[in-house]
């Protein structure tokens, strides 16, 4: 049954990278897949549980990733543990573009849902990172603070600058700078 499991998967990226995913059905899935109905329902309860499939295996490979990138620095620190993280978010855009296609490009396809399910697992990993540091956060900054200031105020400039047409090697080179900037003016008490 596993391989069903991955043909599905498999189609839903594949649909994905063609069209919205609130414009995607089951029908369209199974198609794709060249499964039945009944075998979609064997593993999932609608286009929605796969989803959250899907992006939990995108979180499972982003915590390894993260992870390994984290164990190769020598030091650890807010600004290593900051990189490591905005370097996973890029590895995974990468790696999934049919999903970041939908999340960061302006190309009549943006789908808020995914957007929306997308910002709230990277919310939850900044702040999970943050409270690791949390007794460096400045005063009068919240954890909540910081975790949303970074991760959204990261998330905006990346998609502006997707939207002005800069290559991704240059947005990437942009994010990196602008945390560093960012990690360097006090939002932390300790040297990072």
């Not at 929306?116 to 990172?129: A, C, D, H, P, Y």
């Amino acid at each position: 049954m596993e391989p069903a499991r991955i043909r599905i998967k498999q189609a839903f990226r594949s649909l994905l990278s063609k069209e919205a995913f609130s414009k995607i059905s089951v029908a369209e899935i199974c198609r794709e897949a060249k499964l039945s109905r009944v075998t979609f329902y064997l593993w999932y309860d609608g286009k929605d549980t796969l989803l959250n499939d899907c992006f939990q295996d995108i979180v499972n490979e982003g915590m390894h990733y993260f992870s390994q990138f984290r164990t190769d620095s020598s030091v650890s620190s807010v600004k290593t543990d900051c990189h490591a993280l905005l370097e996973t978010i890029f590895y995974l855009a990468s790696e999934y573009h049919e999903f970041a296609s939908h999340l960061f490009i302006d190309s009549g396809r943006e789908d808020q849902f995914l957007y929306s399910r997308f910002n709230s697992i990277v919310m939850q990993k900044v702040t999970e990172l943050m409270k690791e540091h949390s007794g460096q956060i400045a005063s009068p900054l919240t954890l909540n603070e910081t975790a949303s200031f970074l991760a959204g105020g990261l998330a905006s400039m990346i998609r502006e600058d997707l939207k002005s047409g800069l290559p991704s090697s240059t947005v990437h080179e942009h994010a990196s700078a602008m945390l560093d900037h960012v990690l360097s003016t006090g939002l932390f008490i300790s040297d990072c």
